[in-house]
């Protein structure tokens, strides 16, 4: 249990980035809350007032998590491609294009808040021009590295992108999620492969 001294010691940053991660906790978890404000600093154990120091309003709160998830993908994306480690690409490819599937398809209210809600982007601001150029500057290092097949990596950001949301928007419409993460390797497969002239 975090004591009330210990919490004194926290930065303002650290409290808000609290605040910030218990509330992603909660859409998360698909919970039914009626009061948010409450049900945040409930589970950062801090008191109500707490809120209103960091965030105006639960709508404020909301861009701050739609800016923290993105952050995190785009964080992803930039550190495959900027790392000197070797990368097996297709299994990091699998491993993506499924965790991305299952936290879109996932019953709860984080995608909603990040792509679907007021804190959403506006129409032209909507987020997706870093998360493309993101994965594509990952796609473009494995084109580099002879793994995937020469393409636009813009255009392929930009078609990965969508087929992922629309593959879990229908999982979570209630459609076998298996079939739809099988398409979707099949698709990547047969379009991002090096040709055999190419390789």
């Known amino acids: 249990m975090v004591t009330s001294r210990s919490r004194r010691r926290l930065t303002p940053e650290a409290r808000r980035s609290e605040l910030i991660d218990a509330a992603i906790r909660l859409l998360d978890s698909g919970q039914n809350v009626t009061n948010w404000v409450q049900a945040v600093t409930a589970e950062a154990d801090a008191a109500k007032g707490t809120f209103y120091v960091y965030f105006s309003s639960w709508e404020e709160m909301l861009v701050a998590i739609r800016d923290r998830v993105l952050r995190d993908y785009l964080d992803r994306f930039h550190r495959l491609a900027e790392s000197t480690e070797p990368i097996d690409w297709w299994a990091t490819i699998d491993a993506e294009c499924a965790a991305a ?7 709860g209210g984080l ?6 809600s007021h804190s959403a982007p506006a129409p032209g601001d909507d987020g997706r021009p870093d998360t493309i150029a993101a994965i594509a500057k990952a796609l473009r290092r494995g084109m580099d590295e002879g793994a995937f097949r020469r393409v636009d990596p813009h255009i392929a950001a930009t078609i990965l992108f969508t087929v992922l949301h629309g593959a879990a928007d229908a999982i979570a419409a209630g459609e076998q999620p ?10 990547t497969r047969h379009w991002l492969a090096p040709r055999p002239r190419e390789q």
């Open 101 to 107: 599937i299952e936290d879109i398809a996932r019953p």
């Open 178 to 187: 298996q079939h739809w993460l099988t398409a979707v390797r099949d698709l």
């Open 111 to 116: 995608h909603a808040v990040v792509f679907h």
